[in-house]
């Protein structure tokens, strides 16, 4: 064999070789981006927070959350979404982008309260900032208010802060500009400034709901990033009430449940109560059906064949 064969040979194996080791690379690194999503957007459940929750009944889980971070001082929950997690405040605005409430580093972040405001919500206006993501995770939901269907149905949230429950009354949606400081100025003092920027919210909102708010009382504004454009926000705003409104939507789900546990019930009572001669004929029946849709798939299977052995005899 010729040096130059030789050659060509070892060239086309390197070539191979390095064509199955990207392939290899590009393989793991997909492999890895799935694996690292999934661990983003598990860092952003709500359900690994359930045990945390503050109730009526014990506040005890609550505050073991903030033994493990003192920075964690309520929790928010919008009813009808996935919105139901710890809140925390920090000095800064920059903190708790990306990291969880409980000190660990991911891109979620946390829910957090502008570092400007009080974290007894005495403020006049509160503004609470979380992620815009996929998967219904953190406030990635705020984005389905832009159905004005779905602001209608989603009026109603609740927070816990101080240890205690206090309800929210979602009044407005907006698009606005994360510039806007007509929009982002929270702890607005002065009857005359909170009346203007009442007003603002109310006049650029593009949903609003008829219900009373005044300068006296205290408003929150739920704040996430909008596709739409860089600079793009989605707002929900609501007014801090002391009365809490129940959730709709756990009570339909926990009818639901107890009334398929009752129809599932009183259908075994039924087949236990029903005489021996019906339920010897039900399973007779039941029987009988499963050995004809076997007998029908086994003729079907041998008429195959028979088409087969045919063909094969023609081709012969």
Same mark, same amino acid.
């Given at each position: ?12 194996? %390197? ?9 290899? %690379?590009? +393989? ?23 045990? #945390? ?8 889980? &609550? ?23 710890? @809140? =925390?405040? +920090? ?17 979620? *972040?946390?829910? &957090? ?12 206006? /509160? ?11 953190? &406030? *990635? ?30 009044? !407005?949606?907006?698009?606005?500009? !994360? ?5 982002? @100025?929270?702890?607005? /003092? ?8 009442? $007003?603002?919210?109310?006049?650029? !909102? ?21 596709? *739409? ?8 705003? *609501? ?9 709709? #939507? ?12 009752? +129809?599932? $019930? ?6 236990? $109560? ?8 039900? =399973? ?33």
């Amino acid at each position: 064999m010729s040096i130059g064969k030789r050659i060509i040979r070892w060239v086309d194996s %390197m070539v191979n070789l390095i064509m199955v080791i990207l392939f290899l %690379m590009l +393989a793991a690194y997909g492999i890895y981006a799935i694996w690292d999503s999934e661990q983003i957007y598990q860092g952003a459940d709500p359900v690994q927070y359930d045990k #945390y929750k503050p109730t009526k009944e014990d506040a005890l889980s &609550f505050e073991e959350l903030r033994g493990i971070n003192p920075e964690v001082f309520g929790w928010l929950t919008v009813y009808g979404t996935n919105i139901d997690y710890p @809140l =925390v405040q +920090a000095e800064d605005n920059e903190t708790y982008v990306n990291t969880t409430v409980t000190g660990e580093y991911r891109l979620s *972040g946390s829910i &957090f309260l502008d570092c400007r405001n009080s974290n007894y919500f005495s403020d006049f206006n /509160s503004i609470i900032f979380g992620h815009h993501m996929e998967k219904r995770a953190m &406030f *990635g939901e705020i984005g389905e208010f832009l159905e004005e269907t779905y602001f209608d149905s989603h009026p109603y949230g609740r927070l816990y802060y101080e240890g205690e429950e206090r309800g929210i009354e979602f009044f !407005a949606f907006l698009e606005a500009d !994360a510039y806007d400081q007509k929009v982002y @100025l929270p702890g607005v /003092s002065g009857d005359e400034e909170k009346s203007v920027y009442l $007003q603002n919210l109310l006049s650029t !909102a593009r949903y609003t709901r008829e219900i009373p708010v005044s300068t006296s009382d205290h408003i929150v504004l739920l704040s996430t990033c909008s596709s *739409g454009s860089t600079n793009g926000r989605h707002i929900l705003a *609501g007014k801090i009430t002391d009365e809490t409104f129940g959730d709709l #939507y756990e009570e339909q789900e926990l009818e639901q449940k107890e009334s398929y546990r009752v +129809a599932s $019930q009183e259908l075994w009572e039924n087949l236990r $109560q029903a005489p021996l001669w019906v339920l010897a004929t039900a =399973v007779t029946v039941l029987a009988s059906l499963l050995l004809l849709w076997h007998k029908i798939r086994k003729r079907k299977k041998r008429r195959k064949g028979d088409g087969t052995d045919e063909q094969e005899q023609r081709n012969a």
